[in-house]
């Protein structure tokens, strides 16, 4: 299709998403697809002078691929890095159309060949459950297609309406999945289920209330401690006879009920204690256990997880494994997700759960085996990311919320200590968690402690101030540090003279616009570099009204590469991109 006119960018986004929907996308690829190809062929035509798009299917890797090749004959783009790494925006946001498109789609190439022009090819894998594309079946989609999409641009406004309409529903439904994180947690029983509901529903009331949050936390203080220390005290009585004795298999059960107990109780006391704790840090507590210990409190817990008798849950511990002094409700944590995903993606076999120590290292693995689905090699980065599932069979039976590995890979680094899988689709998996026995003594022989760099993060929203400490909380080179509204964010910028200062826009009292400005003015502050963070659409016009050089980071696209990006460029001492 030729690109010679906006009326031809509006004509090419339409061919694209009814390729794609002949190609078996769902509705969200389809509009991410289109949305794609969208920005590249308005690049083509206003940067290029134009150009063409050829759409086409790759299957020489094996896996068949939608291929989309848009070429221009402008100039061509001077300095791709820069544009990718975030250093450069032109003032029509050109950097920013290839950026997004690139985000959208599973393959992108850029290449400006020596005759001139621009080839920017996209791809997007087909869908699994699709049926494979034969050269038949190609002609007949080509053969069904007609003429040119209708070009009229009111037509294409109200489908991409509609594709928003849909996105956002998507979004909704997301949301809903995600307020299952505090019931996933829950191992014990239906009672311990509903105190992480009502902790959920009362933190939703806490992101939308900021500034209740101490008064809530104080009150929910007692309603949470009280019945989980009734636990506690009944279990006791139980394990001292004092209404009588036991037999062996009766008290096993209860000291399971009580280090659940215990165990939960750890968990609302870290929750509680975000509220005295301004950076949000999250503190260790090392005690000394034993592996066996461990695996006994887990294999109580996970019981009521194993509904399938087909699969077996076993624990293996290899002999003369050292005690641990290391947080082991973290360690816990850990394993118990690793444990309940992998009984959730095995139909038939076991979950092997099985601990050893390395020689060269001293330190101690557990890992968990399972006879599951297995997981792509291109996919086993991608599940440790925030919200990331893997769409499966299993993955549409099964919800949940897509936190949970990252969330332990987080904790294994706090512990000093790494999450890795190994996987091969159809074959099983095997998640090894490695730590130090004891927490801290890797660091204990480097010698003095680097300087650490503080990063102040300005927003009245908690949940975003979270994201940021768990983003960057996990390097030891920084702290965070934190301000709830631009006036106390100005003080805190002049006061603690933070290497870093993330910005949002939309704040009560005084926003990101006005805070900039005056940090500017300000002669102990205007040499701090300051980042925008917002979850505004970035277009030219927000651009404008930001002083340039400034970078925007959008709330949509953070990531744990995008913040390290920034943080590595201030340690550096270069430009921030």
Do not use: W
Not at 136 to 152: K, M, N, Q, Y
Not at 400 to 411: F, K, M
Not at 432 to 440: A, E, F, N, V
Request: hydrophobic share 40%.
């Amino acid at each position: 299709m030729a690109i010679a006119s906006e009326a031809d960018v509006v004509a090419v986004r339409q061919r694209a998403r009814l390729l794609a929907e002949k190609l078996g996308f769902e509705r969200q690829d389809q509009t991410r697809i289109a949305t794609a190809v969208s920005e590249i062929a308005r690049n083509a035509y206003g940067y290029g002078g134009g150009g063409r798009a050829e759409f086409a299917i790759d299957a020489s890797n094996g896996r068949q691929v939608f291929v989309i090749r848009v070429s221009d004959r402008g100039p061509g783009i001077a300095d791709l890095d820069a544009i990718f790494e975030g250093r450069f925006r032109s003032q029509e946001g050109m950097g920013l159309g290839l950026v997004g498109a690139k985000r959208l789609m599973d393959r992108f190439d850029v290449s400006c060949p020596p005759g001139g022009g621009t080839v920017v090819t996209l791809g997007h894998l087909l869908p699994v459950r699709a049926t494979p594309v034969t050269a038949a079946g190609l002609a007949t989609i080509v053969r069904t297609l007609g003429p040119s999409p209708d070009d009229d641009p009111l037509t294409a406004l109200r489908e991409q309406n509609r594709e928003l309409i849909e996105t956002l529903e998507a979004l909704r439904r997301r949301e809903q999945e995600a307020q299952t994180l505090d019931r996933e947690l829950s191992d014990t029983n239906r009672g311990v289920v509903a105190l992480y509901a009502e902790l959920d529903e009362r933190a939703e009331q806490l992101k939308q209330a900021s500034e209740l949050k101490s008064r809530f936390l104080s009150h929910m203080s007692h309603e949470f401690r009280t019945p989980l220390n009734s636990i506690l005290a009944l279990s006791r009585l139980l394990l001292d006879r004092v209404d009588g004795d036991l037999t062996l298999d009766q008290e096993k059960q209860v000291g399971y009920i009580r280090r659940s107990a215990e165990g939960l109780l750890e968990l609302v006391n870290d929750l509680l204690d975000l509220a005295k704790v301004e950076a949000g840090k999250i503190e260790i507590r090392p005690v000394r256990f034993t592996v066996t210990e461990l695996f006994g409190g887990l294999r109580g817990a996970l019981k009521p997880l194993q509904t399938n008798p087909g699969v077996e849950l076993v624990f293996e511990s290899g002999s003369d494994l050292p005690v641990l002094v290391t947080d082991e409700a973290k360690v816990t944590q850990i394993l118990r997700n690793l444990i309940s995903n992998a009984l959730k993606f095995t139909e038939t076999g076991e979950v092997a759960v099985t601990a050893g120590q390395e020689e060269v290292t001293g330190r101690v693995v557990f890992s968990v085996r399972d006879t599951g689905i297995g997981i792509a090699s291109e996919h086993q980065e991608r599940i440790f990311e925030e919200f990331s599932q893997i769409d499966t069979q299993i993955q549409r039976r099964v919800k949940g919320t897509g936190l949970g590995l990252s969330l332990s890979r987080n904790l294994a680094a706090l512990l000093g200590g790494e999450l890795s899988v190994e996987s091969a689709l159809g074959q099983g998996s095997v998640f090894r968690l490695s730590i130090p026995p004891r927490y801290g003594e890797a660091g204990e022989a480097s010698g003095d402690p680097p300087t650490r760099r503080r990063v102040l993060v300005i927003d009245d929203d908690e949940t975003f101030r979270y994201v940021f400490r768990q983003l960057i909380g996990g390097d030891p080179r920084f702290e965070v540090i934190e301000a709830a509204d631009g006036e106390v964010g100005l003080r805190r910028a002049c006061e603690d003279s933070p290497d870093l200062v993330l910005l949002d826009l939309q704040m009560p009292r005084l926003d990101g616009f006005a805070a900039l400005q005056r940090l500017e003015a300000d002669p102990r502050a205007r040499r701090i570099p300051v980042v925008i963070s917002t979850s505004l659409a970035v277009t030219p016009e927000l651009a404008a009204k930001v002083r340039p050089g400034v970078p925007i980071l959008s709330k949509r696209d953070l990531s744990r590469e995008r913040v390290s990006s920034l943080l590595n460029d201030l340690i550096d001492n270069r430009v921030l991109p």
